[in-house]
Nanobody, 115 residues
């Protein structure tokens, strides 16, 4: 069983930056494909960014050039560096791990972009 714990959310002004972290346990982290999703109030959960075990990355068009996903296998942690934040980035951000076709989710961390 993979356990995921997100942290780093909070209130930030438009144009600001924030770094989210997701610490994993219960599996060999280097073999996991990791992703960040977000869900805004009243909307469906959407993919924000993903990183494979070989560090290939992909991003939603809405965050390209502003967000960067990375991983530290030694710390079993995946990060989401968010810059130039906009009010529409406000959402609960979730970390997801995939192993052998099964998905594991964290409980999420709230990011609020507001002045």
């Amino acid at each position: 069983q993979v356990q995921l714990v997100e942290s780093g959310g909070g209130l930030v002004q438009p144009g600001g930056s924030l770094r989210l972290s997701c610490a994993a346990s219960g599996a060999t982290f280097s073999l996991l494909a990791m992703s960040w999703y977000r869900q805004a109030a009243g909307k469906e959960r959407e993919l924000v960014a993903g990183i494979t075990s070989t560090t290939s990355t992909n991003y939603a068009d809405s965050v390209k050039g502003r967000f960067t996903i990375s991983r530290d296998n030694a710390k079993a942690t995946v990060y989401l560096q968010m810059s130039s934040l906009k009010p529409e980035d406000t959402a609960v951000y979730y970390c997801k791990a995939r192993r052998y076709g099964m998905d594991y989710w964290g409980k999420g961390t709230l990011v609020t972009v507001s002045s």
